[in-house]
């Protein structure tokens, strides 16, 4: 069985082949490689990445990552994304 640590790997291998990472494409490829068990369905009824797999993922690419919230996906960080904060609107 996986641990959170290799999925969170598995996610960053992604983003670094893609230069991005689509929430709504990774969710469904974690649940179909690793197993439902790594995923929920959050408040919106939507299925979504277990917390302890973000956390590890944001500490992992803490300071090169941003979350695009209109994207709905993960980049990495350029010169003109706010400095000390995750989210690029």
């Given at each position: 069985?996986?641990?959170?640590?290799?999925?969170?790997?598995?996610?960053?291998?992604?983003?670094?082949?893609?230069?991005?990472?689509?929430?709504?494409?990774?969710v469904?490829?974690?649940k179909n490689t690793?197993?439902?068990?790594?995923?929920?369905i959050?408040?919106?009824?939507?299925?979504?990445?277990?917390?302890?797999?973000l956390?590890?993922?944001?500490?992992?690419?803490?300071?090169k990552v941003?979350?695009?919230?209109?994207?709905?996906?993960?980049r990495?960080?350029?010169?003109?994304?706010?400095?000390?904060?995750?989210?690029?609107?």
């Amino acid at each position: 069985m996986a641990a959170p640590a290799e999925i969170a790997d598995y996610m960053i291998s992604i983003l670094e082949r893609n230069n991005y990472l689509q929430q709504l494409t990774i969710v469904e490829e974690i649940k179909n490689t690793f197993g439902e068990e790594f995923t929920y369905i959050n408040q919106n009824g939507n299925l979504a990445i277990r917390k302890d797999i973000l956390l590890i993922f944001k500490r992992k690419t803490a300071g090169k990552v941003v979350w695009e919230s209109g994207e709905k996906r993960w980049r990495f960080r350029e010169s003109y994304d706010p400095q000390n904060k995750r989210r690029a609107d």
